[in-house]
């Protein structure tokens, strides 16, 4: 097929779903990082939905262009940009605040060792938050996910304005490629494979859970391990294969929009299950991603492991001390 007529075919699958989908209540959407390498697809992808009326974008360097440029595509949100000077009008009223903002990782590099910038990042866009939408839901892109969304709630705490139905780590990316590398292993159709994974957003902290992947299809124990590592290491093969140039920006975008949507309709009375690393008491962590049912308040019910393989209950017990270390070094310096 010639990129002319995937981009075609692509054009018009999107407007179809978007004709199918109610426009309801129009929601304010706000991306704090919007100029950023998953901040512009991530604006334009939120550009595209029906459910938003009005979309901030906040940079501290960039959102003009960005925003002038989005502000062309002819659906229903209204663009506004906003540059460092405009962090409380851009959020006033939100409720969705997406964060991309942030350092990425070059090779070597792992996403803990983003924590030093990106921890202070996070702090201030939340305080921030917690002064001017405190309704918000709030979805945590920022890298390290295991100890941004602690830092995160702490922060909220803090301004006594915490509602931990309304944190939610977007971990929506292990499940996109969990699924696109089971349906490429086993030639199915990926649309309707679903894995749910669960755990944390780093190494061995993601576990994806393919004895629970639907359709079910027999896996060796080498098919099962490298798929596992490969879900797990699949944000560095991104970081290698862009030698420098970053982490992944456009498969992010999509997985933040899909994850972005389903709050959204959660909030417009469409309950959607995703999975998300959100405040949990499902293992001894006290921050765990598991399959979550988003609703009009946000995280309505949090569901537990389900039936787990030895190969997975092994994953589970070897990311607990990490998971754990890392939940910790966030709550700290958001106390400190
Ligand atoms: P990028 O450098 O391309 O963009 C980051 C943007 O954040 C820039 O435009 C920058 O100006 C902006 N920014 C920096 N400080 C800011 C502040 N205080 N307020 C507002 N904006 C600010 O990086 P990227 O590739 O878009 O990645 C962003 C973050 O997302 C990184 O931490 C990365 O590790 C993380 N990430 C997470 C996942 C995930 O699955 N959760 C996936 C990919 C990337
Ligand atoms: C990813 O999983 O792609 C992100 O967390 C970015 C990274 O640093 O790997």
């Known amino acids: 097929m010639s990129n002319l007529s995937a981009l075609q075919q692509l054009a018009a699958q999107l407007s179809r779903s978007m004709a199918t989908q109610s426009a309801g209540i129009g929601r304010k959407v706000a991306i704090l990082g919007a100029a950023g390498g998953i901040g512009q697809p991530l604006s334009m992808l939120m550009k595209m939905n029906q459910q938003v009326s009005q979309l901030s974008l906040y940079d501290i360097a960039g959102t003009p262009g960005v925003a002038a440029d989005v502000s062309h595509v002819n659906t229903r949100a209204q663009i506004k940009g906003f540059?460092?000077?405009?962090?409380?009008?851009?959020?006033?009223?939100?409720?969705?605040?997406?964060?991309?903002?942030?350092?990425?990782?070059?090779?070597?590099?792992?996403?803990?060792?983003?924590?030093?910038?990106?921890?202070?990042?996070?702090?201030?866009?939340?305080?921030?938050?917690?002064?001017?939408?405190?309704?918000?839901?709030?979805?945590?892109?920022?890298?390290?996910?295991?100890?941004?969304?602690?830092?995160?709630?702490?922060?909220?705490?803090?301004?006594?304005?915490?509602?931990?139905?309304?944190?939610?780590?977007?971990?929506?990316?292990?499940?996109?490629?969990?699924?696109?590398?089971?349906?490429?292993?086993?030639?199915?159709?990926?649309?309707?494979?679903?894995?749910?994974?669960?755990?944390?957003?780093?190494?061995?902290?993601?576990?994806?859970?393919?004895?629970?992947?639907?359709?079910?299809?027999?896996?060796?124990?080498?098919?099962?391990?490298?798929?596992?590592?490969?879900?797990?290491?699949?944000?560095?093969?991104?970081?290698?294969a862009k030698a420098g140039k970053g982490s992944a920006t456009l498969s992010m975008a999509y997985a933040a929009a899909l994850f972005a949507d389903s709050c959204l309709r959660g909030l417009n009375g469409q309950p959607t299950i995703e999975c998300s690393y959100v405040e949990s008491t499902v293992t001894e962590a006290p921050y765990f991603a598991t399959k979550v049912k988003l609703s009009t308040e946000g995280v309505e019910k949090i569901h537990g492991l389900g039936d787990l393989s030895d190969y997975e209950k092994a994953g589970l017990k070897a990311m607990m001390p990490e998971l754990i270390s890392q939940i910790e070094k966030g709550i700290e310096f958001a106390k400190a």
């Not at 409380?88 to 903002?101: F, N, T």
């Not at 983003?114 to 939408?133: P, Q, R, T």
């Not at 803090?158 to 030639?187: H, I, M, N, Q």
């Open 83 to 240: 540059d460092k000077d405009g962090l409380a009008d851009a959020l006033r009223g939100a409720d969705v605040v997406i964060i991309p903002a942030g350092v990425p990782r070059k090779p070597g590099m792992t996403r803990d060792d983003l924590f030093k910038i990106n921890a202070g990042i996070v702090k201030n866009l939340v305080e921030a938050c917690g002064k001017h939408c405190p309704g918000a839901i709030l979805n945590i892109i920022s890298n390290p996910v295991n100890s941004t969304v602690p830092i995160a709630a702490e922060t909220l705490k803090s301004l006594g304005v915490y509602d931990k139905r309304k944190l939610l780590g977007v971990t929506t990316l292990d499940v996109v490629r969990a699924k696109t590398f089971y349906a490429e292993k086993k030639g199915l159709d990926v649309t309707s494979v679903d894995i749910p994974v669960i755990g944390g957003h780093a190494g061995i902290t993601i576990l994806p859970l393919f004895s629970q992947a639907t359709p079910k299809v027999a896996l060796t124990a080498e098919e099962l391990d490298a798929l596992t590592k490969r879900t797990q290491d699949g944000g560095t093969e991104v970081v290698q």
